[in-house]
């Protein structure tokens, strides 16, 4: 993939500014704690930056389909960058008020550019072949699943020498160079707006103009419903682990399950690029969301915690794929001038799920024994499998 024309260069550049994304909670979280001196506060600002960031996700992208990522990725990063500035600043002193955090980590989750949705729509021109673009947007998944993997190991080694407000200085850094470095590629002169867009097909062949949630077809409103109970899959595995870790008192176990649970996200990615699949990407989807759920279901039966990390170990198989094939499904069903906005809803599906479930798993674990709580977060995304599996196979007869 790396080997098509100003593909590594366009890549490279996408992923040095998504580093940041990587960085910046963590970052955050230290800072603003380090400041107020409450974690109460911190989780509050973290919340609100993480909220604003995904809900106006689509927005945001839509302004790029709309005006083109040179006119619109270069002030956006700049005035993120500049907000985190401010924030890496206000909180390098003690005694920073929680309101004023609070208000500047809105403002920067405002702002915050879609690299990744920008990336991909980069790669539907870059790659042409559809086999190839699955190759594409495989390797983009398993890229952005390291960085966020990365990223915080980074900030863990950055805060041994400097305080974690700086850890926000280099976020901005980041996504500043990234975004610039991003919009400098030639791949970005082909970037396809509304008003140079061709006449797509007819809405009957399933291809949308307008990408919204509700009235981008049954395809898209697919690849939404599932990439979200994905996300909240990953969302309550991460906080259940570490109440399976409590109570067998084996706290080494998190970091090894989620490891693990990235590991094999990885290695499902790369393995799922390079088949070259017959089977419909509606059909592929749900059979991997159906795959994931059951494993996190299995997970919670596990009598140890090294038979969880095995479990997590395959669990983490089907994460790449499923998110890859719900890209590849908005990508399908949009038409050229909004592939960005359509890669964003999926974008926003996922981490809005993640948030939601960490809230809700919150509320279960202690009151339920563990392996029901497995079960209970585990049911969406096998409820969603399930739905999308009965609506591809009504629509076969019809694509036939």
């Known amino acids: 993939m790396l080997r098509i024309r100003h593909a590594c ?35 509050t600002v973290m919340a609100l ?20 990522p040179r006119r619109v990725l270069p ?16 909180t390098s002193w003690p005694g920073a008020s929680g309101i004023l955090l609070g208000g500047l980590a809105v403002s920067a989750g405002a702002c915050t550019p879609p690299l990744g949705p920008v990336m991909r729509t980069l790669w539907s021109g870059l790659v042409p072949d559809r086999r190839l673009l699955q190759r594409a947007y ?79 077809g049954p395809g898209l409103r697919q690849a939404i419903v599932v990439a979200a109970a ?35 996200s990885a290695i499902g990615g790369l393995v799922y690029g390079a088949v070259p699949w017959r089977a419909p990407s509606r ?23 090294y038979v969880l990390i095995g479990w997590a170990a395959l669990g983490g198989l089907f994460v790449a794929p499923a998110i890859t094939t719900a890209y590849l499904i908005a990508d399908e069903c949009a038409g050229p001038a909004t592939r960005t906005k359509a890669g964003a809803w999926v974008n926003t599906g996922v981490n809005a799920g993640s948030s939601g479930a960490t809230a809700a798993t919150g509320l279960l674990v202690g009151r339920f024994p563990l392996p029901l709580c497995f079960a209970l ?18 629509l076969a007869p019809e694509t036939a």
């Not at 956006?76 to 907000?83: D, G, N, R, T």
């Not at 399950?257 to 094999?264: R, V, Y």
């Not at 989807?285 to 140890?304: D, E, I, K, N």
């Open 9 to 43: 260069r366009t890549f490279g550049a996408a992923l040095l500014g998504r580093l940041s994304y990587g960085m910046v909670s963590l970052s955050l979280v230290l800072a603003v704690k380090e400041a107020t001196g409450s974690y109460a506060v911190s989780g």
């Open 49 to 68: 930056f993480g909220l604003t960031s995904v809900f106006l996700s689509p927005a945001r992208a839509g302004l790029v389909d709309r005006y083109g």
């Open 75 to 90: 002030p956006m990063a700049a005035v993120y960058a500049l907000l985190l500035t401010v924030l890496a600043f206000a």
């Open 138 to 216: 495989s390797l983009d998944a398993v890229a952005e699943e390291l960085l966020f993997v990365t990223g915080p190991l980074l900030v863990g080694l950055l805060v041994q020498v400097a305080a974690p407000s700086v850890g926000l200085a280099v976020s901005a850094a980041l996504v500043l160079t990234g975004s610039l470095a991003l919009i400098s590629s030639p791949a970005v002169r082909g970037w396809v707006g509304p008003e140079k867009a061709p006449a797509g097909p007819a809405p009957s062949e399933g291809l949308v103009s307008d990408v919204q949630p509700l009235r981008g």
């Open 230 to 264: 994905v996300g909240m899959c990953l969302g309550a595995f991460d906080l259940l682990v570490i109440a399976f870790a409590d109570e067998h008192q084996y706290p080494e176990a998190v970091a090894w399950a989620l490891a693990a649970l990235s590991g094999g």
């Open 283 to 305: 059909l592929r989807l749900a059979f991997l969301a159906a795959g994931m759920g059951l494993t996190l279901a299995m997970t919670g039966l596990s009598p140890h915690p």
């Open 377 to 394: 977060a585990a049911t969406p995304v096998v409820l969603s499998a399930a739905t999308a599996l009965h609506r591809s196979r009504r």
